[in-house]
């Protein structure tokens, strides 16, 4: 019955993210845990069963890849909920044991997104509380703030009722608690050194295709969003439509080379002449090397052509390259859907669009901190994300996606310009309101006048500081843990 009480509460905090929305659910589910964790069972398995509960249905949208690749990948994250299971347990019994458990889950946190393989944070409490008042700590301390208050607070509550004592320490916790809470509500929000506007224009020109098969047609794929700009030009000429500052196609708005295909490139090159404004096309491109492709952001001016360009610096393993390809390929059929690896770039995202510096991030990348954290403070004053979820149409990829989004321009103060194929295309205040959006599988053109910014929030100068404070934490309360239990059981040698 514990275990079975671990899963359900690993349930009710995926509940609480998109698309399901019920927020309140999340603090229920990590009081649950607590409690099994403190009076039931602590071991690493009640920790693995929650993280199954709160993956499993979280991730249900990598069944489109296949059964096994979402059982694979949710278990894998499971095992660092199994780790905060065991750091809960050892730090139980403190006096501080609120502060151990917030510190101690921000640090699996912090670890959970950066390995095996550069890490995969879906699933960070502050994607799942984008529309509640604490989120807003993210722009004081990053996502790891946001898990340290939530945890935190729900830990003192359990704390409270555990013991119902009326002690002035018991008190001062209580009401600390309710203070914390009550500040996000007026922790400030929206531009950081707001720096002038631009008209910006996101462009989702529709695919074909679904499913895994989104880009079957190729050419049809680039001449949608060709089109969809060039009526857009035409709109701007007959006076329907003010003239763009900039444009966003989305990631793989072409996937024909347009430095080696004649024919793509005048595609491109006709409809931003047309629309006489700077673009930013999402390309796939030849690599480096041979048997190699990169996914890029390439900067297209109306008068010369391709400019800066941004190769994407965190492919997705299994799904844009292989590790160990010739090892695993050998008995997984399905990785030879993914002939050819793409190339890590290797620098930020900061590229030169018109008159605004914009911070590019490629699909998956808005779930990573560090590379946020990167072209902010690179200089850029807008933050775009172009994807092509066009594969997870129909499922909850794309709310759980744009809502990371939203975090993102609530954390760096920053507008946020989301350019999908066929997804959820969206522009984000740097408040987090969204001030337009599209609907899935249809053909849109969205545009506003949006602020640009050029201050850094505390979020993105100590984010990652209080990440690796809190992993060098977790860490120190797991090595005290098991020497206080050496102790206990006398199993210390003297």
Known sequence: MRWLGALVCGVTV??????????????????????????????????????????????????IIGVDA??????????????????????????????????????????????PFGGFPWGSLAFGLVDSPVVRYGRLGGTVLVSVVVVGAVAVIVHLVEHRERSPRTLAL??????????????????????????????QGNVPGEGMDPFAERRQVLHNHASATRELAAEVESGERRRPDIVIWPEN?????????????????????????????GAVVDGPDDGQVQNMGIVWDPATGPGERYVKRHPVPFGEYIPFRGLLTRYIDRLSQIPRDFARGEEAGNLQVGPAQVGDVICFEVAYDGLLRDVVN??????????NNATYTGTGQLEQQFAISRYRAIETG?????????????????????????????????????????????????????????????????ALGVLDRRRGTGTMAR
């Not at 229920?28 to 499993?56: E, K, N, P, Q, Y």
């Not at 139980?92 to 959970?112: F, I, M, N, T």
């Not at 809470?181 to 929000?189: D, Q, T």
Request: charge should be negative; proline fraction near 4%; glycine fraction near 10%.
């Open 378 to 387: 690179g200089g850029a004053e807008l933050l775009v994300v172009q994807t």
């Open 253 to 281: 708005s072409t996937d024909i080379d347009p430095y080696a295909d004649k024919a793509a490139y005048r595609e491109i090159d006709n409809a931003v002449r047309a629309i006489d404004a700077p673009t930013l096309v």
């Open 70 to 115: 979402w059982l694979v990948l949710s278990l894998l994250e499971a095992l660092f909920f199994g780790l905060a299971a065991v750091v809960w347990r050892l730090t139980r019994h403190s006096a501080w044991w609120p502060a151990a458990y917030a510190v101690a889950w921000a640090g699996v946190e912090s670890l959970r997104g950066l390995v």
């Open 174 to 203: 209580g009401l600390g608690t309710v203070a914390v809470i009550a500040a996000s509500a007026v922790l400030p929000v929206g531009t950081a050194g707001e720096k002038g506007s631009v008209l910006v224009t996101a462009v």
């Open 14 to 63: 995926a509940l609480a993210f998109p698309p399901y929305d019920l927020r309140w659910l999340m603090p229920v589910g990590l009081a649950g845990l607590m409690v099994i964790v403190r009076h039931l069972d602590g071991s690493f398995g009640t920790g693995v069963l929650f993280g199954l509960g709160f993956m499993v249905p979280l991730l249900r949208w990598l069944t």
């Open 414 to 478: 920053r507008t946020v310009v989301v350019a999908a194929t066929n997804g959820i295309s969206g522009i984000v205040a740097a408040d987090g309101t969204v001030l337009d959006v599209s609907q899935p599988r249809t053909r849109e053109i969205l545009e506003e006048q949006v602020l640009l910014g050029d201050g850094r929030t505390f979020g993105v100068q100590i984010g990652w500081w209080l990440g690796l404070l809190c992993m060098l934490a977790t860490l120190l309360l797991l």
